[in-house]
């Protein structure tokens, strides 16, 4: 696994290393049934997806906690390249930290052994919202690795 985690004022970049080819893990990205298997926090959490993958589409995650917290986040896709780059919205239903409309941007580059995935997460409001989105991402992309290391 390669991990670099760079923070920036209101906004965070996260760099991983995949096994698997650009395609596959653009599909990941954007097919509900693999969404439901790693776009969660922790292992312990499930995840229901809604999504309409296209320009101007709206998607939306369910995330359930095993206390019976729900997290509802969704947004519209504004950019989609396959198998390189998603762009799209990120809005929190309810959010003690983020009130507002912050943007994704995904982009795989392929390499020799796999891709490599860069996430940005941009137009975040403050410090302790890019802390928390640091590690909610980076516990969703822990997943997506467990799910590669599986298939």
Not at 21 to 42: G, H, L, S, Y
Not at 54 to 61: A, K, L, S
Not at 68 to 81: M, P, T
Request: proline content about 5%; overall charge negative; hydrophobic content about 35%.
């Amino acid at each position: 696994m390669s991990e670099q985690e760079a923070s920036s004022e209101f906004s965070v970049t996260l760099t991983r290393k995949y096994r698997w080819p650009a395609e596959r893990i653009f599909d990941a990205w954007t097919k509900p049934e693999w969404c439901v298997q790693w776009m969660r926090p922790n292992e312990s959490a499930k995840t229901d997806a809604e999504i309409d993958l296209t320009v101007g589409g709206r998607y939306r995650f369910t995330i359930r906690q095993p206390d019976g917290k729900e997290s509802i986040v969704y947004g519209i896709y504004r950019e989609i390249d396959r198998p390189q780059r998603l762009v799209f919205t990120w809005k929190w239903e309810e959010s003690p930290v983020e009130q507002g409309e912050t943007l994704v941007t995904v982009n795989l580059a392929p390499t020799p052994d796999g891709t490599l995935l860069t996430l940005t997460h941009e137009r975040l409001s403050s410090r302790m919202s890019a802390e928390g989105h640091t590690q909610g991402w980076t516990g969703c992309l822990n997943q997506l690795e467990v799910l590669a290391a599986r298939s």
